[in-house]
């Protein structure tokens, strides 16, 4: 069993910065692989980053690229996304992910993720 919270999400103007946290809880050691995904208001969930275990790998969806860092911290069982010129596009509820099956290869497909956080909603205003 894993147990993923999410925290850091709030109001932001268009260009500003946020972080969000993810704190894994549990088997913390079976979560190989970790991602965001986000879900715009009346849109479907949609990749956002992910990373594997070591940090060395890291994945970003075209449309975050060069504005969106996500890191993670094993010792504080804590994945980050580092969010950078935002925009209002960038509104969402934001949810982290775990993959327990895959070592290396960080999957964009929801349905390969076996936790969920709750999400945490993020808002950019123009």
């Known amino acids: 069993q894993v147990q993923l919270v999410e925290s850091g999400g709030g109001l932001v103007q268009a260009g500003g910065s946020l972080s969000v946290s993810c704190a894994a809880s549990g088997r913390t050691f079976s979560t190989n692989v970790m991602a965001w995904f986000r879900q715009p208001p009346g849109k479907e969930r949609e990749f956002v980053a992910g990373?594997?275990?070591?940090?060395?790998?890291?994945y970003y969806a075209d449309s975050v690229k060069g504005r969106f860092t996500i890191s993670r911290d094993n010792a504080k069982n804590t994945v980050y996304l580092q969010m950078n010129s935002l925009k209002p596009e960038d509104t969402a509820v934001y949810y982290c992910?775990?993959?327990?099956?895959?070592?290396?290869?960080?999957?964009?497909?929801?349905?390969?993720?076996?936790?969920w956080g709750q999400g945490t909603q993020v808002t950019v205003s123009l």
């Open positions: 990373i594997n275990w070591s940090g060395g790998r890291t």
């Open positions: 992910a775990a993959d327990i099956h895959h070592n290396v290869v960080i999957k964009t497909e929801i349905d390969k993720y076996d936790y």
